[in-house]
Protein backbone atom coordinates (compact mmCIF):
# COMPACT_ATOMS: atom_id res chain seq x y z
CA UNK A 1 0.00 0.00 0.00
CA UNK A 2 1.34 3.11 -0.97
CA UNK A 3 1.57 6.24 1.72
CA UNK A 4 -0.99 8.45 -0.03
CA UNK A 5 -3.47 5.44 0.36
CA UNK A 6 -2.40 4.89 3.71
CA UNK A 7 -2.91 8.07 4.69
CA UNK A 8 -6.28 7.81 3.30
CA UNK A 9 -6.83 5.03 5.01
CA UNK A 10 -6.19 5.94 8.50
CA UNK A 11 -7.62 9.53 8.43
CA UNK A 12 -11.12 8.55 9.71
CA UNK A 13 -10.03 6.10 12.37
CA UNK A 14 -7.31 8.99 13.13
CA UNK A 15 -10.12 11.68 13.66
CA UNK A 16 -12.29 8.86 15.62
CA UNK A 17 -9.88 8.28 17.88
CA UNK A 18 -8.47 11.96 18.45
CA UNK A 19 -12.39 12.87 18.91
CA UNK A 20 -12.61 9.70 21.48
CA UNK A 21 -11.65 11.95 23.81
CA UNK A 22 -13.36 14.78 23.36
CA UNK A 23 -16.01 15.13 26.02
CA UNK A 24 -12.86 15.39 28.35
CA UNK A 25 -11.49 18.06 26.17
CA UNK A 26 -14.57 20.00 26.13
CA UNK A 27 -14.41 20.48 29.77
CA UNK A 28 -10.94 21.59 30.30
CA UNK A 29 -9.71 25.11 30.02
CA UNK A 30 -7.00 24.21 27.44
CA UNK A 31 -9.38 23.57 24.80
CA UNK A 32 -8.75 26.53 22.86
CA UNK A 33 -5.43 26.21 22.87
CA UNK A 34 -5.39 22.14 21.76
CA UNK A 35 -7.95 23.75 18.93
CA UNK A 36 -5.45 26.45 17.59
CA UNK A 37 -2.10 25.03 18.20
CA UNK A 38 -2.77 21.44 16.71
CA UNK A 39 -3.51 19.64 13.34
CA UNK A 40 -5.96 17.21 13.64
CA UNK A 41 -5.28 14.06 10.54
CA UNK A 42 -8.56 14.90 8.71
CA UNK A 43 -7.17 17.90 8.10
CA UNK A 44 -3.90 16.38 7.39
CA UNK A 45 -5.44 13.87 4.82
CA UNK A 46 -7.25 16.98 2.71
CA UNK A 47 -4.38 18.89 2.58
CA UNK A 48 -1.27 16.61 2.04
CA UNK A 49 -0.97 17.79 -1.20
CA UNK A 50 -1.53 21.24 -1.01
CA UNK A 51 1.77 21.50 2.12
CA UNK A 52 3.53 18.94 0.16
CA UNK A 53 3.64 16.08 2.97
CA UNK A 54 6.73 14.11 1.78
CA UNK A 55 6.45 10.20 1.89
CA UNK A 56 8.66 9.88 4.83
CA UNK A 57 6.24 12.01 6.81
CA UNK A 58 3.35 10.18 5.63
CA UNK A 59 5.08 6.83 7.17
CA UNK A 60 6.12 8.24 9.86
CA UNK A 61 2.21 9.86 10.98
CA UNK A 62 1.23 6.38 9.76
CA UNK A 63 3.14 4.42 12.09
CA UNK A 64 2.14 6.57 14.61
CA UNK A 65 -1.50 6.35 14.23
CA UNK A 66 -1.37 2.60 14.09
CA UNK A 67 0.04 2.82 17.51
CA UNK A 68 -2.67 5.32 18.88
CA UNK A 69 -5.30 2.57 17.71
CA UNK A 70 -4.07 0.00 19.54
CA UNK A 71 -3.81 1.79 22.66
CA UNK A 72 -6.94 3.61 22.62
CA UNK A 73 -8.44 0.64 21.64
CA UNK A 74 -7.57 -1.29 24.90
CA UNK A 75 -8.36 1.82 26.95
CA UNK A 76 -11.60 2.26 25.28
CA UNK A 77 -12.77 -1.46 26.41
CA UNK A 78 -11.41 -1.09 30.21
CA UNK A 79 -13.32 2.67 30.32
CA UNK A 80 -16.60 1.08 29.37
CA UNK A 81 -15.99 -1.73 31.29
CA UNK A 82 -15.52 0.57 34.66
CA UNK A 83 -17.71 3.18 33.61
CA UNK A 84 -20.75 0.58 33.70
CA UNK A 85 -19.33 -0.43 37.10
CA UNK A 86 -19.72 2.53 38.07
CA UNK A 87 -22.99 2.61 36.91
CA UNK A 88 -24.06 0.08 38.87
CA UNK A 89 -23.07 0.71 42.17
CA UNK A 90 -24.66 4.26 42.40
CA UNK A 91 -28.46 2.82 42.02
CA UNK A 92 -28.96 1.69 45.43
CA UNK A 93 -30.16 3.65 48.00
CA UNK A 94 -27.26 3.95 49.86
CA UNK A 95 -23.91 3.69 48.94
CA UNK A 96 -20.19 2.75 49.89
CA UNK A 97 -18.24 6.50 49.18
CA UNK A 98 -15.19 4.73 49.26
CA UNK A 99 -15.85 2.22 47.13
CA UNK A 100 -17.39 4.93 44.64
CA UNK A 101 -15.08 7.28 44.81
CA UNK A 102 -12.46 4.29 44.26
CA UNK A 103 -14.47 3.24 40.98
CA UNK A 104 -14.81 7.01 39.92
CA UNK A 105 -11.26 7.79 40.24
CA UNK A 106 -10.46 4.34 37.81
CA UNK A 107 -12.80 6.24 35.59
CA UNK A 108 -10.94 9.60 35.08
CA UNK A 109 -7.74 7.77 35.36
CA UNK A 110 -8.47 6.43 31.97
CA UNK A 111 -9.79 9.01 30.60
CA UNK A 112 -7.33 11.21 31.44
CA UNK A 113 -4.89 8.34 29.74
CA UNK A 114 -7.17 8.71 26.73
CA UNK A 115 -6.51 12.66 26.79
CA UNK A 116 -2.94 11.73 26.74
CA UNK A 117 -2.95 9.22 24.11
CA UNK A 118 -5.00 12.44 22.07
CA UNK A 119 -2.46 14.59 22.84
CA UNK A 120 1.02 12.58 22.24
CA UNK A 121 -0.45 11.91 18.30
CA UNK A 122 -1.21 15.67 17.63
CA UNK A 123 2.28 16.32 19.24
CA UNK A 124 3.79 14.13 16.86
CA UNK A 125 1.91 15.39 14.02
CA UNK A 126 3.03 18.95 14.40
CA UNK A 127 6.42 17.80 15.27
CA UNK A 128 7.13 15.72 11.65
CA UNK A 129 5.29 19.36 9.92
CA UNK A 130 7.92 21.42 8.46
CA UNK A 131 7.61 25.43 9.55
CA UNK A 132 6.25 26.17 5.72
CA UNK A 133 3.67 23.32 6.31
CA UNK A 134 2.31 24.91 9.59
CA UNK A 135 2.26 27.90 8.32
CA UNK A 136 0.17 26.76 5.17
CA UNK A 137 -1.95 24.49 7.47
CA UNK A 138 -2.84 27.58 10.26
CA UNK A 139 -3.67 29.77 6.75
CA UNK A 140 -5.78 27.02 5.57
CA UNK A 141 -7.58 27.16 8.88
CA UNK A 142 -8.21 30.56 8.92
CA UNK A 143 -10.04 30.41 5.58
CA UNK A 144 -11.99 27.38 7.39
CA UNK A 145 -13.04 29.39 10.50
CA UNK A 146 -14.08 32.17 7.87
CA UNK A 147 -15.90 29.45 5.69
CA UNK A 148 -17.75 28.04 8.62
CA UNK A 149 -19.27 31.68 9.47
CA UNK A 150 -20.78 31.37 6.03
CA UNK A 151 -22.09 28.17 6.20
CA UNK A 152 -23.91 28.63 9.56
CA UNK A 153 -25.22 31.95 7.32
CA UNK A 154 -26.36 29.60 4.57
CA UNK A 155 -27.96 26.85 6.80
CA UNK A 156 -29.99 29.38 8.35
CA UNK A 157 -30.91 31.07 5.00
CA UNK A 158 -32.18 27.56 3.48
CA UNK A 159 -34.11 26.87 6.42
CA UNK A 160 -35.85 30.30 5.88
CA UNK A 161 -36.51 29.19 2.35
CA UNK A 162 -37.75 25.88 3.06
CA UNK A 163 -40.08 27.66 5.79
CA UNK A 164 -41.62 29.93 3.10
CA UNK A 165 -41.95 26.73 0.81
CA UNK A 166 -39.44 27.68 -1.98
CA UNK A 167 -37.71 24.80 -3.46
CA UNK A 168 -33.19 24.28 -2.89
CA UNK A 169 -33.03 20.85 -5.60
CA UNK A 170 -31.35 23.27 -7.84
CA UNK A 171 -28.38 23.87 -5.41
CA UNK A 172 -27.60 19.75 -4.65
CA UNK A 173 -25.37 19.79 -6.94
CA UNK A 174 -23.32 22.87 -5.56
CA UNK A 175 -23.80 21.19 -2.36
CA UNK A 176 -22.06 18.23 -3.28
CA UNK A 177 -19.66 19.67 -5.21
CA UNK A 178 -18.78 21.93 -2.39
CA UNK A 179 -18.07 18.94 -0.07
CA UNK A 180 -15.78 17.43 -2.82
CA UNK A 181 -13.25 20.23 -2.99
CA UNK A 182 -13.24 20.65 0.81
CA UNK A 183 -12.18 16.83 1.03
CA UNK A 184 -9.56 17.68 -1.90
CA UNK A 185 -8.38 20.32 0.45
CA UNK A 186 -9.23 22.75 -2.11
CA UNK A 187 -10.51 24.99 0.01
CA UNK A 188 -9.49 28.38 -2.23
CA UNK A 189 -12.03 27.14 -5.25
CA UNK A 190 -14.85 25.41 -2.23
CA UNK A 191 -14.49 29.66 -0.82
CA UNK A 192 -15.80 30.65 -4.24
CA UNK A 193 -18.25 28.45 -4.61
CA UNK A 194 -19.66 28.98 -1.28
CA UNK A 195 -19.76 32.79 -1.46
CA UNK A 196 -21.57 32.23 -5.19
CA UNK A 197 -24.29 29.68 -3.29
CA UNK A 198 -24.79 32.17 -0.34
CA UNK A 199 -25.72 34.70 -3.27
CA UNK A 200 -28.14 32.63 -4.39
CA UNK A 201 -29.62 31.65 -1.52
CA UNK A 202 -30.20 35.43 -0.05
CA UNK A 203 -31.67 36.48 -3.30
CA UNK A 204 -33.81 33.21 -3.11
CA UNK A 205 -34.54 34.45 0.62
CA UNK A 206 -35.14 37.60 -0.79
CA UNK A 207 -38.35 36.58 -3.05
CA UNK A 208 -39.48 34.19 -0.55
CA UNK A 209 -40.31 37.00 2.52
Do not use: C
Amino acid sequence: MSPIRSLRSWALAGIVVVLAAAPVLRADPYEESIKNNFFLPDLIRQTHEMIGLTEDQQSTLLAAMQDVQERMAGLKENLEKEKTALAEMVKGERLDEKAVAAQAQKVMDLENKAKLVQLELLIKIKNTLTHEQQAKLREGMGKRAEMEGKLKQAMALADRIKDAGGDLSSLQDAKQQFDDLVQQGKMDEAAVLLDKTLKTLQEKAGTAK
